[in-house]
T-cell receptor, first 115, second 109 residues
């Protein structure tokens, strides 16, 4: 089992550009969440996808959008990049029918640098 | 916002037990107590969780106070590979994980 995989590993963009990050969940998992982790901080919840729909959203602007595909993989899109968007972006997946006592599995993250 | 309070950092000697405290005085009856850790240059990983009773697994033990307002993650024999940031998180229903700053554990050889 490959676990949660994310691509690319690193990415450098300039202000105003758009970026797409990708995530494949752990086998058997259908719920995918995205988190942003700034340097020295804990991860912050962006949104969660289940059954190809956004189910929950954290305090992030509309520039952050996502998508989930029928195979449960997911994309995170960020438009009009700002310097403050530089961070580690983490994807996490959870088992089918997950609830508060199902552990989430995190990928290694994508390091985004905005210049 | 995170509903837990943890020390910013702790230090332990290798092969010694480590007790990582967490205060959660506003915990509700439906909140589970979860612990995750994040090793350097990796995503967080699940460690353990509990509701009311103490819990043990291959990685650690979780001791929960009788009033549930605090808990302690116990690493029985710290190794250098246990050096990480440890997060204590309250979770209920389908709410997302809310991470605070956690406790940075340093292990000295």
């Amino acid at each position: 089992d490959a676990g949660v995989t994310q691509s690319p590993t690193h990415l450098i963009k300039t202000r105003g550009q758009q970026v797409t990050l990708r995530c494949s969940p752990k086998s058997g998992h259908d719920t995918v969440s995205w988190y942003q982790q700034a340097l020295g901080q804990g991860p912050q919840f962006i949104f969660q996808y289940y059954e190809e729909e956004e189910r929950q959203r954290g305090n992030f602007p509309d520039r952050f959008s996502g998508h989930q595909f029928p195979n449960y993989s997911s994309e995170l899109n960020v438009n009009a990049l700002l310097l403050g968007d530089s961070a580690l972006y983490l994807c996490a997946s959870r088992e089918r029918g997950g609830n508060s006592y199902n552990e989430q599995f995190f990928g290694p993250g994508t390091r985004l640098t905005v210049l | 916002d995170a509903k837990t309070t943890q020390p910013n950092s702790m230090e332990s000697n290798e092969e010694e037990p480590v007790h990582l405290p967490c205060n959660h005085s506003t915990i509700s009856g439906t909140d589970y107590i979860h612990w995750y850790r994040q090793l350097p240059s990796q995503g967080p990983e699940y460690v353990i969780h509990g509701l009311t009773s103490n819990v043990n697994n291959r990685m650690a033990s979780l001791a929960i106070a009788e009033d549930r307002k605090s808990s302690t993650l116990i690493l029985h024999r710290a190794t250098l590979r246990d050096a990480a940031v440890y997060y204590c998180i309250l979770l209920t229903g389908n709410t997302p994980l809310v991470f605070g700053k956690g406790t940075r554990l340093s292990v000295i050889a």
